[in-house]
């Protein structure tokens, strides 16, 4: 019984895409051919994504644990763990001054409804092309330099393998913190593993918690930036998570 209540919920997600994509998704993909009007759709975006977190039934706690503060007029680089697909929703909702680029897997755009303002709002990266990972960097300097914050989830993606705390970390965010001198806002979610898997059979709706970790700023050495990040990061889940 458990098992068709979640697949009707996810059925539900389908439906709450679709219908807000209808609604929101036209003013996004039109507004965000333009370089100076992604600022107006990605007011849009937010509100789609605060369409699909809240009506799915999550809602979240902001718990601090850094007195530093996100300065509005400065361009980040976007990280936390990555778990869910709902980590996309609560990173736009987190984010109200800083429109959000994700550097994301190009695969992603073949999701059903999801995928029509996904392709519009990220850079997308083929990870079986040299070519296509090499570019990143210059696609995301140039949103970056449009205003734009960018967000990569450096896991690289969600480990199949379920009881890993933490995956190894990509040195993207890292190496683009470093070469363009823009300070690193992490972030750690704790709950979406559970409450929203890839795993369609599973999950349930509830209250997240995210911890801010605070702001890393650049260093000469992308490494070392990533291995503070990774720490912290894991450091909160342990502490942390139930």
């Known amino acids: 019984m458990t098992k068709i209540l979640n697949y009707l919920w996810r059925f539900w997600l389908l439906l709450l895409a679709f219908f807000l994509t209808i609604i929101l998704g036209i003013p996004v993909y039109i507004l965000s ?15 789609w994504c605060f369409g699909m977190f809240y009506g799915m039934g999550f809602r979240y706690d902001l718990i601090k644990l850094s007195d530093q503060k996100i300065d509005k007029n400065k361009q980040y680089v976007f990280i936390s763990n990555h778990t869910s697909i709902m980590d996309i929703m609560l990173t736009c909702i987190l984010l109200p001054d800083h429109p959000v680029c994700f ?37 995301c300097a140039e949103k970056m330099e ?35 001198n823009s300070p690193i806002a992490a972030y750690t979610f704790i709950g ?17 918690r ?28 342990l502490k942390h998570s139930v």
Do not use: Q, W
Not at 37 to 42: L, P, S
Not at 103 to 113: D, F, M
Not at 193 to 207: A, E, L
């Open 103 to 139: 550097v994301g897997k190009k695969e992603l755009v073949k999701i059903p409804i999801f995928g029509t303002i996904y392709k519009r709002i990220c850079v997308m990266v083929d990870r079986t092309s040299a070519r296509s990972r090499a570019d990143v960097y210059r696609r």
């Open 146 to 180: 449009e205003g734009n914050t960018i967000a990569i989830f450096p896991e690289g993606g969600v480990p199949d393998d379920t009881s890993i705390i933490l995956d190894e970390f990509k040195d993207g965010a890292f190496i683009l913190s470093s070469k363009h």
């Open 33 to 47: 051919f333009s370089k100076k009007h992604y600022k107006y759709a990605y007011k849009f975006v937010r509100i």
């Open 192 to 208: 979406l593993k559970k409450m929203f898997p890839f795993d369609n059979s599973k999950g349930y709706p509830g209250r997240v």
């Open 210 to 237: 995210v911890y801010f970790n605070g702001v890393i700023n650049p260093t000469p050495s992308p490494k070392d930036s990533k291995s503070e990040a990774f720490e912290e990061i894991k450091k909160t889940l």
